[in-house]
């Protein structure tokens, strides 16, 4: 199988936590080519993005956090039922990680987070970084190195890839229509965030 020009790309990233918990965060890509590329290529980009992308907040994430092997898919408009569908398998990807933090960690639901902003006011995307350590904050305020690194991690995610030649557009797809918008800037702040609990069903 291979990735063709105009594909949209549904990359799942994944990690344990120290406890055993699983979290995620999901990024899209459009895939604009001069021609088909290996799935094989593909993957080997999405690995290489992103372990660069997580590589910048290393010092801060907790060493206890293992990158686990994250998933591909090619996803498609469904016009008929109208919603985004996972039309092609891409395949499996194994990142490396470096993270390096020992001391105390800071409770799961609190991490540090980026936006990545379009044209469209409203339609943005939102990645958490993975739970830091104590030391990255003061009060619940980043410390300048920590926000430093993620200026440079919010600079990555909203960055396109170089491919072969070609380019994975960095965005994301409007849920509810067949639009996509590419990311155009990034935001980020000095505040630790709190990522919402849905049950199992419940909500996106």
Known sequence: MSVANNDILHVVI??????????????????????????ATILNSVKTWVETLYAHPATWVMQSTELDDGTVDIITWNAAESFWEVTQNVGIYSPLD?????GEALPNQCAAFVIGNTARPKSKGRCFVFPFGETSQDHGIL??????????????????????????????????????????????????????????????
């Open 14 to 39: 994944q990690a344990q936590l120290s406890d055993g918990t699983i979290v995620q965060n999901r990024k899209r890509f459009l895939a604009l080519l001069a021609s088909p590329l290996s799935d």
């Open 143 to 204: 410390v300048g190195g920590a926000l430093s690194d993620l200026g440079d991690f919010a600079a990555q995610y909203i960055a396109d890839q170089a491919i072969a030649g070609d380019t994975l557009q960095s965005g994301i797809v409007r849920e509810a229509t067949s639009d996509w918008l590419g990311f155009i800037t990034a935001s980020f702040g000095d505040v630790i965030g709190t990522q919402r609990r849905r049950r199992v069903g419940i909500g996106a």
């Open 98 to 102: 470096t993270f390096a933090n020992v």
